[in-house]
């Protein structure tokens, strides 16, 4: 079963304006950190913006906001006033604890590809 | 602030041949994480080390094998390369025990020709 869903391959914003990508996900544990990545055409994965899942408010960074509905399992990420160096690939991931102590791996979605236009 | 190092950024080879890429994690961290992204696709977990041991493993190849050194550096050591093996390869470096804060590497760019 897919763990991170983003259901948007693709989304344009003009600059200036706010954007949200969706992102949904699926556990059954309790404790799970999720994160969003920023891939520009570079190729560097770009650590954005975390949010905990015991966390009460959503995290922001900057521009950036993450809209985290527990209830609802999701965790989208709102970008504000858009700028053209925002045109990148983002990725919503996933992290669960195991019991040795140590966390596992990021789960990521597919992605959503963003184009800012001037 | 100091940054996961990974070592070469590009590299070429042919089929059949080995690759070498190396991870200098950020220091003090214990937790080394391989991911593989092909062209427009999602990165996908290889392989973990913590306290340089394997901790995770996901789905790497039978070709493939690494280790993470006392140093804490790891190396994804790669055989009989295909051309299904060009991709991004990543490094991520994290804290043992906490669930945020795994901060990715640049990059290696495998060519398979």
């Known amino acids: 079963a897919q763990k991170i869903t983003q259901t948007q391959p693709g989304m344009f914003v003009q600059e200036k304006e706010a954007v949200t990508l969706d992102c949904t996900y699926d556990?059954?544990?309790?404790?799970?950190?999720l994160f969003w990545y920023k891939q520009p055409s570079s190729g560097e994965m770009i650590f954005l913006i975390y949010?905990?899942?015991?966390?009460?408010q959503n995290a922001t960074e900057g521009r950036y906001s993450l809209n985290f509905q527990k209830a609802r399992k999701s965790a989208n990420l709102v970008i504000s006033a858009s700028q053209l160096g925002d045109s990148a690939m983002y990725f919503c991931a996933m992290r669960e604890p195991i019991s040795s102590g140590s966390a596992r791996q990021l789960t990521f979605g597919s992605g959503t590809q963003l184009t800012v236009l001037p | 602030a100091a940054g996961v190092i990974q070592s070469p950024r590009h590299l070429i080879k042919e089929k059949r041949e080995t690759a070498t890429l190396k991870c200098y994690p950020i220091?003090?961290?214990?937790?080394v994480y391989w991911y593989q992204q092909g062209p427009g696709q999602d990165p996908q977990f290889l392989i973990s080390?913590?306290?340089?041991?394997?901790?995770d493993k996901g789905s790497i190849p039978d070709r493939f094998s690494a280790q993470q050194f006392s140093d804490y550096h790891s190396e994804l050591n790669m055989s009989s390369l295909e051309l299904g093996d060009s991709a991004l390869y990543f490094c991520?470096?994290?804290?043992?025990?906490?669930?945020?804060?795994?901060?990715f590497g640049p990059g290696t760019r495998l060519t398979v020709t």
């Open positions: 080390f913590y306290e340089k041991m394997q901790s």
């Open positions: 556990t059954s544990d309790q404790s799970y950190g």
């Open positions: 949010q905990g899942s015991y966390d009460e």
């Open positions: 991520a470096s994290s804290l043992q025990g906490g669930l945020r804060e795994q901060y």
């Open positions: 220091p003090r961290h214990d937790t």
